[in-house]
């Protein structure tokens, strides 16, 4: 049946901001921001990821943005629909020939899902073309990414701080043995920063240009050995609505996130608290991994290490770590038992 097996594998890491689509032998097809355009008339779609992403906060009333994830689940369902099916039409430039192939999907869900946001996305994901539908959750398909044999009685912990959400799961025999997903991350920093901006300097900035802020000077320390130099920020004044050029220096944006950033450490030490002893001791001597867009905040893995007391470590390519974890997972579907049909 080789000639004519027209099955197309396909991994999916649907996240809160972006979503990256690798294939079987773990190169990335696709990776592009969770947006969408459609037609308000219509609700068809009009653009989708980058370009969708350029006209957020820029549309007239026949236009609307939607983000079909918050929180790591599914909010609107014709909109995530679309989305994945776009995106899988994007990433095998399936342009419809003669035969349209069956497609083997694998997604990675946050292990803090309800079985209705599970179903939410299989469904999803079985009208977007998807024949043979599998799950995984976030902190495994993180662990297989990073190279962790999660197969072996070892306890390994993984911090995933994602968009919508931060999951804290420790791992091992191929399962997760506790885990902790609290709805605090990259887009609750962003809205802090919006806060901020309007509260502090009395200037009214959008979510992009509060996520510039937060890649540019975005920091949990107010001491850095490496500083960022401070951040020009171009916007209106609240009450004038003139123009107003601020600078912004990382020790305000360590400031304004330190409430969100507080939470995650407690969510942390709830994890370890559960964790049985045996793992506990394992995890002391491994460290803890960061993935996720937000371990790229500066000075966080320091941050961390110092208040618990157990080395944290940003992996490689913390962005990409679930979908080629993910990918590896496509690749041994039926060798790992913690897949979910």
Known sequence: MGLFSFTQELAMDLGTANSII?????????????????DRKTDRMIALGEKARQMHGKTHENIHTVRPLRDGVIADFNAAEQMIRGMIKMATKNKGGLFSPSLRVVICI?????EVEIRAVRDSAEHAGGRDVYMLFEPMAAA???GLDVEIPEGNMIVDIGGGTT???VISLGGIVSNKSIKIAGDDLTEDIMDYMGRQHNMKVGERTAEQIKINVGSVLTELQDPPEDFVVHGPNRMTSLPMDVPV???EIAHCLEKS???VDSAVLSALEQTPPELYADIVRNGIYLTGGGALLRGL??????????????VDDPLHVVAKGTGIALRNIDKFTFLMR
């Open 261 to 263: 950033i507080s939470k």
């Open 249 to 251: 220096s990382y020790q």
């Open 301 to 314: 893995d320091k941050r961390l290490t110092d208040k618990i007391g157990i080395p944290f470590k940003v």
């Open 144 to 146: 297989l990414g990073i």
């Open 167 to 169: 999951e804290i799961a």
């Open 110 to 114: 946050p292990s803090g899902s309800t």
């Open 22 to 38: 690798v294939n079987n032998v773990g190169k990335i097809l696709l990776d592009e921001p969770s947006i969408v355009a459609l």
